[in-house]
């Protein structure tokens, strides 16, 4: 599966831009990461913070459940001693005489001590009811029916409760000059089922004191004690003071999200609402954001701008090298003039520099191959036109030699006969081309047809030697060259000489070296002319052909320049009224036919 999926990326990437693949390398190793880190530090931060407030919450909690519990035992413990005070229940269930009566059985009351255990030493307010109408309302002890019409009262009775923890806000009435908030603890006193009066107890805790206390508080956020209908009952912030309604959590922004409790508080459902103060890294971030973008945009913006230069140095690059690798001047491959760097991209322009110039190199080699076939296939057109020039009507000129030989041999002249015949040879080769290339065995018989023929001409001036070494006899030279030089000696050397003369023409293996000599004991060239001749021979090229004069010599001298790829050497030396040597030399590996076909640079 790995292998299969990394075969797939590998065939998508490879058909990417390197722009787009550097593109995607900052998206994914640098935007993404670090994207992804941030929003997992930012993540860590706020969840650190909202565990933090979290637990802060539930401690505060605690510290209000602790407060509001504290509170509500002391006045539950108080009532429990007067609800088991016999005392009081008995005063309670009495039917007094007159106001009299029931002032003075009061007073008998107060001196009871278990009275005044009874109801302690706090500073909450204890009123007792009962329905006995004997009852003078005042002090501790009222009649049910003044508080029959009160709501506190109704929502007692109508709880069905024995006790319960009440709420409330009470207008001016016979108790309260002024509207007031309460915190009231009732409780039916009912311990004696046949008692022939209902009564009722309500302790009025100091509310002032238990909200100053929430206040005081350092609970480290707002705290609200709310009503199931979301009054505000208690809360460390302040709100309001204790003659003012109550307020709703609504009215003072609480946001949805912030932490919440329920409570039982003795028959009455609470709910503690808390807003804890900040950590003070939301408000730092927040202060800070400017320096936030800011590092967020140094993080983005530095590595797509180092991003970019690294883009232009490697696309660029590249995308030069491509074109370079399409452009060429004259068949020739274009190497990159400056370089610079050491990175792998410059390694390879170096080594495109390397290819190019093998390259350009081998282009050169094949192209002056071609130039040498072409000019070779020119030498030997000139020769041709050279020869055609020289007859007229070839085909008539040879029956009429072969005429004059018949004719010759009629009468007996044998040796006209011969010469005729060994002109005909000589005149055929020259105009026959159908190959430039010859055996130097085969160009002997040319050589020593010439020179027969000079032979009948000069008689006893002339004599000659030819030497063939027997392992160079298979080896091929172009045609007539051996000859043209044979012709020079004749013409030049052996003409302007009465005495006899004689030429020698030898070819030789010495080594790896091929040696061809011409020689004549003729009369020799004026030195002005031999070094002309001997830099014309040195330097020898299709241009002289078309130069009038005698260009036998040259014409030789190029097509064996020509074969041997200019690995050739032409030694001229010459001696007035004593003689000329002429000296070819080249490597025997130009002159094989086997190796010839292995150079690659012999055209036929």
């Not at 007031?180 to 309500?202: A, C, E, G, P, Q």
């Not at 105009?431 to 290339?437: A, L, N």
């Amino acid at each position: 599966m790995t292998g299969r999926f990394r075969n797939w990326l590998d065939d998508r990437l490879n058909n990417l831009k390197i722009k787009k693949k550097l593109f995607l390398l900052y998206f994914y190793c640098m935007i993404l990461p670090l994207v992804l880190t941030d929003a997992v530090i930012i993540g860590l931060i706020v969840k650190r913070e909202y565990d933090t407030k979290q637990e802060t919450s539930r401690g505060i909690v605690s510290a209000v459940k602790y407060s509001l519990n504290s509170a509500a035992e002391e006045t539950v413990m108080l009532s429990k001693n007067i609800y088991f005070n016999k005392y009081i229940n008995e005063f309670l269930n009495t039917e007094f005489q007159s106001t009299l009566d029931y002032y003075n059985q009061y007073q008998e009351l107060l001196k009871d001590s278990l009275f005044d255990s009874s109801l302690g030493t706090s500073n909450s307010i204890i009123r007792m009811y009962a329905d006995n109408g004997t009852i003078v309302n005042g002090g501790r002890f009222w009649r049910m029916e003044s508080v029959e019409e009160e709501k506190w009262y109704r929502d007692f009775m109508d709880s069905g409760q024995n006790m319960q923890m009440y709420f409330y806000y009470e207008d001016a009435g016979p108790t309260n000059p002024s509207p007031v908030k309460k915190l009231s603890f009732v409780r039916k006193l009912d311990r004696y089922k046949r008692d022939k009066y209902n009564k009722l107890l309500r302790i009025d805790l100091d509310y002032n004191a238990i909200n100053q206390g929430m206040t005081m508080a350092n609970y480290g956020g707002d705290v609200y004690v709310c009503s199931e209908t979301g009054q505000i009952l208690l809360s460390n912030t302040g709100l309001g003071n204790s003659s003012q309604n109550y307020s709703y959590i609504s009215s003072v922004g609480y946001r949805s999200g912030e932490y919440t409790e329920r409570m039982a508080f003795y028959g009455q459902e609470l709910t503690i609402y808390v807003m804890p103060y900040s950590s003070g890294v939301g408000e730092v971030m927040i202060k800070s954001f400017p320096i936030l973008v800011l590092m967020l945009l140094i993080n983005v913006l530095f590595p797509w701008i180092f991003m970019n230069a690294l883009r232009r140095n490697f696309v660029e690059r590249i995308g030069f090298l491509s074109r370079i690798f399409n452009y060429s001047v004259e068949g020739r491959l274009e190497e990159i003039k400056s370089i610079h760097g050491t990175d792998e991209i410059a390694s390879l322009m170096r080594n495109y520099n390397i290819m190019a110039q093998k390259t350009n190199s081998l282009i050169e080699t094949v192209y002056k191959s071609r130039l040498k076939q072409q000019e070779m296939n020119i030498a030997r057109q000139k020769a041709e036109l050279l020869a055609l020039h020289g007859q007229i009507n070839p085909h008539f000129l040879f029956n009429i030699l072969e005429n004059i030989r018949m004719r010759s041999v009629l009468k007996q002249e044998y040796e006209t006969a011969d010469m005729i015949e060994q002109l005909a040879v000589m005149e055929r080769q020259y105009v026959e081309w159908g190959t430039d290339m010859v055996t130097i065995g085969e160009e002997k018989k040319f050589v020593e047809a010439y020179l027969r023929l000079q032979k009948y001409r000069f008689g006893d001036r002339l004599s000659y030697s030819i030497e063939i070494q027997e392992e160079c006899a298979g080896y091929k030279i172009p045609k007539l060259s051996l000859v043209t030089f044979a012709e020079n000696s004749c013409v030049h050397g052996i003409e302007d000489k009465a005495a006899k003369c004689w030429i020698f023409v030898k070819a030789y293996r010495q080594e790896e070296k091929l040696y061809l000599e011409v020689e004549d004991t003729g009369s020799g060239m004026p030195e002005s002319y031999l070094y002309y001749l001997r830099e014309r021979m040195e330097n020898a090229n299709i241009e002289m052909l078309r130069e009038k004069g005698r260009v036998g010599v040259i014409n030789a001298c190029l097509r064996l320049k020509m074969q041997t790829d200019g690995n050739i050497h032409f030694s001229l030396e010459s001696e007035k009224m004593v003689g000329t040597i002429v000296t070819i030399s080249a490597p025997v590996k130009y002159f094989r036919e086997g190796d010839k076909d292995a150079e690659g640079t012999v055209s036929r």
